[in-house]
């Protein structure tokens, strides 16, 4: 394959709460990209800021964890579906997809043209998050993601001791 990639895909609470998840995944799977990880979290605090570690500064970081968390739409929602893709040129196709940032802006037959809004808040509920580039996808996905949760061997990995066993995690 020309141009392998990997892109951390992230379907957010307020997928979740619009039950859009099978609509969306279908989309995704119209680019012919294949799911090498996937798994439901609960999103912590901790990595929300890790996550989106570029706005943890901004005014409206604290809204931003709500909606991302799922907080603000109850508990039965605090939940996202987190998916690793791979294949020719996924980082581009996946955002091509999934439309600009903001709803009001992204292109109506997009992903989040067609389904986001902005909140009383001032959040983007933009249903979909993907990495923007290689970089940092590695980063996202190494976050999320342990190296035996996940099907190829996709980054550098070592061995460690843990608790007397051996467990293998990211090596940088
Ligand atoms: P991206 O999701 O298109 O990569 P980022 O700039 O990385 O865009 O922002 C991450 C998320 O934070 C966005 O998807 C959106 O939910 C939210 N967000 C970003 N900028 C703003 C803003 O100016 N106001 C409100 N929410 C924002
Ligand atoms: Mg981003």
Redesign the pocket.
């Known amino acids: 394959m020309a141009n392998r990639e990997y892109t951390l895909v992230i379907l957010k609470p307020d997928c979740i709460v619009k039950s859009l998840t099978g609509n969306i995944i279908s989309r995704l799977s119209e680019a012919r990209l294949r799911i090498v990880g996937s798994k439901v979290v609960r999103v912590s605090r901790e990595l929300a800021e890790k996550h ?1 570690a ?2 943890k500064e ?1 005014p ?1 970081f604290n809204d ?1 964890f709500d ?2 968390s799922g907080k603000i739409y109850g508990e039965d929602y605090e939940r996202v579906l987190v998916f690793v893709y791979e294949g020719e040129d996924a980082i581009g196709r996946v955002r091509r997809i ?1 439309g ?2 903001n709803p009001f802006e992204a292109d109506p037959t997009t992903i989040r043209g067609a389904y986001g809004r ?1 909140n009383q808040k ?5 249903v979909i ?2 990495s ?1 580039s290689p970089e940092s996808a590695e980063k996202e996905i190494k976050n999320w993601f342990k190296p035996d949760e996940i099907v190829e061997d996709i980054y550098p990995t070592k061995k460690v001791k843990l608790d007397g066993s051996e467990a293998r995690v990211w090596a940088e």
């Open positions: 989106y570029h706005l901004k409206f931003l909606y991302f999934a600009a940032t902005i001032g959040v983007m509920e933009n998050h993907s923007d």
